[in-house]
């Protein structure tokens, strides 16, 4: 009797899998609720669509939190997972976009742009992370990041007026889409080997040391996967889009992409990292390429991005470069993540805590900015805390995060990561890691120097800005989080552990 054509393990759903979609089917469904309410014309759509959409993120947050203690299901005939590392992440990129909402209803009041696809069009962006990070199977991944990335485009492009966000989404596009199809050539290379495009079947392979693992096929598929990733990323040499990108997207769309994009980017990057066998089962000429290529990637990344901050005056070519260089450190622990006694729990952290201080800087910045975001160079900045004292603290909890300064998130998340290197045995790039990390010190500081020690300086946008009641508590639950795990660590690192631990 011929096999049918449809596997029957996608007719049948349990109730654990009903359960473990809860997340997924949330978002979704307040996604088409935002998209019928963007229409009705009882009452004005920004409202409804924001509130509609912000409660639908907290919705799914807390969903992604009940279910992330809970045992592993596997999804759509083990094409994708619930663990918890996925819910996890889950928490993390709703929580991104929930923040993103906050800051974003007067930032678009003021830019003329009050438009409610705006919002939906973050909440799509949000499943398409959740989907790609919760995804085993390489097709999957693809259709889940081109969900996410069309949304990144049009948002990029938002501001419809302005030269700069056009061109901006334009280069976005180009070079995303070849990025995306040099990650679908390798998963074609991969399944040509291997015969498939499931990233555990593939480990199997990998495992049982199949003669396919050593073909220079298998090789080149994984490259290129590894390869679309590197892009995804914004690793040298693969970094160009980033700064234009991030300079002409909207404040809080430039917020929303160096957290929950580089988030999904870098979780998705290390299920199939460890899915390729990296560290597990790999040949080792093919795990010393890989070493040997990720270690310049990362050097390469950090010193560039660290010196080319240095001479930007624009704060969002400032954090653009600021990212690119956090990226070189997430490398490091990508690299070292086997040999060292936590794993990848630090990469987790460190993703988790770059999020808080990268948004809650993004969030102040929007905050200050006025139109077409004009007043984000750093002679605007000048007297910030005479005018505004509590954007300024808040602020410099920021910088000092990202500097890498205790008792901050960015302390505890850079000291888990370079420790993990030292017990890898990586100590030079640990050397070169530290010394990247003293070179960030100048351009954060010098944030400071400009809100505290200078005199404001006349007509500066900054001067009548008022603070919504939304980008506060935005600004106020970064600088809780950021806080709370610099002076606390324990539970995020324990969570990070289990999460790393289910992978």
Known sequence: ???????????????????????????????????????????????????????????????????????????????????????????????????????????????????PEYYV????????????????????????????????????????????????????????????????????????????????????????????????????????????????VASVPFHMWMPDVYEGAPVPVTGFMTTGLKAAAFATFLRV????????????????????????????TMVIGNVVA????????????????????????????????????????????YAAMNLGAFAVLSILATKDDVGLNLQDLSGLSRKHPLLALAMAVFLFSMAGVPPTAGFVAKYQLFYGAVQAGEIPLVVISVLCSAISVYYYLRVLVFMYMREPVAGAGSDKRSVSPWAAIAVLGMVFATLQMGVIPAKMISAARRAVASL
């Open 1 to 115: 009797m011929d096999s049918p054509i449809i596997n029957p393990e996608f007719l049948t759903i349990s109730p654990e899998q009903i359960r473990a979609l809860t997340p997924y089917l949330v978002v979704f469904g307040g996604a088409l609720l935002a998209i019928v309410l963007s229409v009705l014309r009882v009452v004005q759509p920004k409202w409804p669509v924001f509130i509609a959409v912000l409660l639908t993120a907290l919705a799914g947050a807390a969903a992604s939190q009940m279910l992330a203690p809970e045992a592993e299901v596997s999804l759509f005939g083990g094409m994708m997972v619930s663990d918890t590392y996925s819910n996890i992440f889950n928490i993390l990129f709703l929580m991104s976009a929930a923040f993103t909402l906050l800051v974003s209803f007067k930032y678009l009041d003021t830019e003329r742009m009050q438009h």
């Open 121 to 232: 069009l973050v909440l799509l962006s949000a499943l398409g992370m959740m989907l790609m990070t919760s995804a085993i199977d390489l097709i999957v991944i693809f259709i889940a990041l081109e969900t996410l990335s069309l949304g990144v485009y049009v948002l990029v492009g938002f501001r419809r007026a302005d030269r700069r966000s056009n061109e901006a989404a334009v280069k976005y596009f180009i070079l995303g889409s070849a990025a995306s199809a040099i990650f679908l050539y390798g998963t074609a290379l991969l399944y040509g080997a291997s015969g498939s495009v499931r990233i555990d079947q593939i480990l199997s392979l990998v495992h049982s040391g199949g003669a396919e693992v050593s073909t220079p096929l298998f090789a080149l598929g994984a490259w290129l996967v590894i390869l679309g990733f590197l892009f995804k």
């Open 273 to 300: 990292f460890l899915g390729l066998g990296y560290g597990s089962g790999l040949t080792a000429v093919i795990q010393s390429h890989i070493h040997d290529v990720l270690w310049v990637c990362a050097v390469l």
């Open 310 to 353: 240095l001479t930007q005056t624009n704060l969002k070519r400032m954090l653009a470069y600021s990212s690119i260089a956090h990226t070189g450190y997430l490398l490091v622990g990508m690299i070292t993540g086997t040999a060292s006694a936590d794993g990848y729990a630090s990469v987790v952290l460190y993703l988790v805590a």
